[in-house]
């Protein structure tokens, strides 16, 4: 079962959030702040990170920039969930490894979608070398 981290300070974010992953079989663990998260991720390794940018203490691009300067939580896919709509935002996200960018208010079936498909990318991308198949 994949195991999701879900990184909001805002209750009601987080219950819809977490209600509607649980509805589809995944596993979430939240954290309300950015050195829980950090601290999380490294204790359960999640399949999936879901991180707000607007956090208190460390922001959102700070702690995506620490998971994935981090070797145990660098390989670790992130889909940022903000209000923060700007284009300046969207792409500094992405840049600092984010694999997707989905502002508030969000759709919370479009979420799922995007999670399901982040984790099939996940199930079909080589972990390692020796699970490459190379041609020539």
Do not use: H, W
């Not at 829980?36 to 995506?64: H, R, W, Y």
């Not at 709509?85 to 500094?92: A, I, M, P, T, Y």
Request: hydrophobic residues 40%; contains cysteine; glycine residues 6%.
């Amino acid at each position: 079962m994949a195991k999701i981290l879900l990184v909001d300070d805002e209750l009601t974010f987080q219950e819809l959030i977490k209600y509607n992953l649980e509805q589809t079989g995944l596993e979430v663990e939240i954290a309300s702040d950015g050195n829980t998260a950090l601290t999380k991720a490294e204790q359960m390794s999640p399949t999936l990170i879901i991180l707000d940018l607007m956090l208190p203490g460390i922001d959102g691009f700070e702690v995506c920039c620490r998971f994935k300067a981090n070797k145990k939580t660098s390989s670790i896919p992130i889909i940022i969930l903000s209000a923060k709509s700007e284009d300046f935002e969207k792409v500094l996200g992405l840049e600092l490894g984010a694999e997707d960018y989905i502002t508030k208010p969000f759709s919370p079936r479009e979420l799922v979608a995007r999670v399901k498909v982040c984790l099939r990318r996940i199930a079909t991308t080589p972990q390692s070398e020796n699970d490459r198949i190379k041609v020539g």
